[in-house]
């Protein structure tokens, strides 16, 4: 089965400062994970993917997360934050299918100037 | 670029009235999804189409219903509307057949409030 987990629901940093939000996940196949941001009331959109290719994985805006099997662990990160990084962001693990997206609950990412 | 756009950003309806949600995209993708958005519950799945006319359960289909009669529209139905549907109802879009790693494209989403 898939599941994922986003440690922090709401996470909070300083203009400039660097941002981790957790994830980790669950499954029984070898995972297809992503990022996915929202903006206030706009639709998800991809921040990066993880297919096998590489472990660590660049996206847009400057994140990157790092796959890391032994700790079933997904963590995104970013070096200085922005305040255009204010936002939701989901953590999601594929079920062996694009048609079965598994999603965390979100992390809702406040800059503070 | 790939468009999904949604008929309504908000919407109000009454209890007990029969609701449309609508999704158009531009791709021509196979697969089409409709999900809910509520918070600290993240997104669950509804239905999802995988070709005109053809339909599939999500997570959460009571109450709702879907239709897709062409390849690029994907309704969303809500027979009789209730209050525990009021939600954000996303819709979202991809190509199909090539494994795990294809990314849905959503659309900006519909607020829907029941009275």
């Known amino acids: 089965a898939q599941s994922v987990t986003q440690l922090d629901s709401h996470v909070s940093v300083s203009e400039g400062t660097p941002v981790l939000l957790r994830c980790n996940y669950s499954s029984s196949y070898s995972p297809s994970l992503f990022w996915y941001v929202q903006h206030p009331n706009k639709g998800l959109q991809l921040l990066l993917k993880?297919?096998?290719?590489?472990?660590l994985v660049k996206g847009i805006n400057g994140f990157e997360a790092e796959f890391k099997k032994s700790e079933t662990s997904f963590h995104l990160t970013k070096p200085s934050a922005h305040m255009s990084d204010a936002a939701e962001y989901f953590c999601v693990v594929s079920g062996g299918g694009a048609n079965n997206l598994f999603f965390g609950t979100g992390t809702r990412l406040t800059v503070i100037p | 670029d790939v468009k999904v756009t949604q008929s309504s950003r908000y919407l109000v309806k009454r209890t007990g009235e029969k609701v449309f949600l609508e999704c158009v995209q531009d791709m021509d993708h196979e697969n089409m999804f409709w999900y809910r958005q509520d918070p600290g519950l993240g997104l669950r799945l509804i239905y999802f189409?995988?070709?005109?006319?053809?339909?599939e359960k999500g997570d959460i289909p009571e109450g709702y219903s879907v239709s897709r009669e062409k390849k690029e529209r994907f309704s969303l139905i809500l027979e009789s509307a209730s209050t525990n549907q009021t939600s954000m109802y996303l819709c979202a879009s991809c190509v199909s057949g090539s494994g795990p790693y294809n990314e849905q494209f959503f659309g900006p989403g519909t607020r829907l409030t029941v009275l």
């Open positions: 189409s995988y070709d005109v006319k053809m339909k």
């Open positions: 993880y297919t096998s290719a590489a472990t």
